[in-house]
């Protein structure tokens, strides 16, 4: 399958390189507005690789979408309700246990991820030996080292985003297992959300750990549907 028209979320905490990487993707091909009905920035901008146009769309910096803060309300809903072909997250290479945290969560949205592996060279300056492939596979899904400071990897990233676009390239994603107890709870609030949301939207395990967090956002989305 080809897609000629694709578009792009980009993802990241903050000061992982991510407009490093916008920069590199669109050049001079970018705007800046506003997110509808905020004063929160959108950059967006396109790119044409191999036949394809790309559109990337600049998500706010965030670590978490956990809804807590207005820029993780934005990237979370964008990534849930404009359903982009890929989302890139931009992972600093150098910090991975705290990047993969945001990067773990939008697997359990069944996002159709690629993890951007940036600032390789600082890992390396730290001592730090990432095995990418082993990476890749333990959260089944592409990543790609770069060193966005030096264009570094940008060619490669593209390659994988019109790959898992296309269909080429498969994005699995990961259930994490919360325990016995909590595993149980989850399958109830699973089968009270399953088929109240249009099709594919939002994932009923994702639903169902939200709701268990208490997530504010999600449980006015419940309510608005009526369930419970």
Not at 80 to 90: E, N, Q, T, Y
Request: proline share 4%.
């Amino acid at each position: 399958m080809t897609r000629k028209s694709i578009t792009m979320a980009l993802a990241g905490n903050p000061n992982s390189g991510k407009t490093t990487v916008f920069n590199n993707l669109t050049g001079a091909r970018q705007h800046v507005g506003n997110w509808p009905g905020v004063t929160v920035a959108k950059k967006e901008g396109s790119c044409t690789f191999q036949g394809h146009h790309v559109k990337v769309v600049d998500l706010p910096g965030v670590y978490s979408l956990t809804a807590y803060s207005q820029d993780e309300v934005i990237a979370r809903d964008y990534v849930v309700d404009a359903r982009p072909d890929v989302v890139v997250d931009v992972v600093d290479a150098s910090n991975l246990e705290r990047n993969l945290y945001l990067a773990v969560q939008l697997l359990e949205m069944k996002a159709g991820l690629v993890i951007a592996l940036n600032m390789m060279d600082v890992a390396r300056s730290r001592g730090y030996v990432i095995d990418v492939t082993e990476l890749s596979r333990l959260l089944g899904t592409p990543v790609v080292p770069m060193v966005a400071a030096r264009n570094q990897g940008t060619k490669e990233l593209l390659e994988t985003v019109v790959g898992v676009a296309g269909g080429e390239i498969p994005v699995g994603g990961i259930n994490l297992q919360y325990g016995q107890d909590i595993e149980a709870e989850i399958a109830k609030l699973e089968k009270l959300v399953d088929g109240n949301f249009p099709a594919g939207q939002y994932p009923p395990r994702w639903l169902a750990v939200k709701l268990l967090e208490e997530d504010e956002e999600i449980v006015r989305k419940i309510r608005q549907a009526g369930v419970g």
